[in-house]
């Protein structure tokens, strides 16, 4: 088995391609052990010791390196373990465990204007058909939070979370691009 690595433009995150689907449906970021409690995968990476954040997309899975932590020490290790679970067709997720069948809720966390309907609508398509695609090329995901009085909440996800390129992400691109198709929206905001 062969397994693909890919930089990202945030320099402490690699995506990983196993070569097979991660994720059947959804995504899952693992921010912390005890939010990766539920995936033996997940739970073995942040076992190494070095590792901050785990995120599985629908063929890759993005790990997170702690400060100052080198790559090229790190990475075999990863590699390691990737390999090992691949190959013996270990579950992703714990049995029994919600996790493995839960996509975390993109719930709104405000309480949007009925009137907002239509554009909501288009948010959230220009979201999932130009946005979330060129966001998981990069080794992460971006999820809709709400829309209130012209601003988009918006919570990026796995290489994108704490990359030092994501607000001019979601300024110059993102921002830009959901300001162009929907004149409703005068900012987008990263929570």
């Not at 058909?129 to 012209?150: L, Q, S, W």
């Amino acid at each position: 088995m062969l397994i693909e690595t890919e930089t990202t433009p945030n320099p402490a995150t690699i995506k990983f391609l196993p070569g097979r689907v991660v994720m059947e449906a959804g995504t899952r970021d693992f921010a912390t052990p005890e939010e990766a409690e539920s995936s033996p995968l997940a739970e073995a990476l942040f076992g190494l010791g070095d590792v901050t954040g785990v995120f599985f997309g629908r063929d890759f899975i993005s790990v997170t390196a702690a400060p100052g932590v080198a790559w090229e020490g790190l990475k075999p290790d990863v590699l390691g373990l990737l390999l090992d679970h691949f190959s013996a067709n270990m579950p992703l997720f714990r049995p029994g465990n919600a996790g493995g069948i839960a996509v975390p809720a993109a719930e709104e966390m405000f309480a949007e204007d009925p009137e907002d309907a239509d554009i909501i609508v288009q948010i959230k398509d220009l979201i999932e058909t130009r946005i979330r695609p060129a966001v998981a090329n990069d080794g992460g995901d971006i999820v809709y939070r709400g829309f209130d009085k012209g601003k988009v909440y918006l919570q990026m996800q796995g290489a994108c979370s704490g990359c030092p390129s994501s607000s001019a992400t979601l300024k110059n691109g993102i921002e830009q691009l959901l300001k162009y198709y929907v004149p409703e929206v005068t900012e987008v905001r990263a929570i």
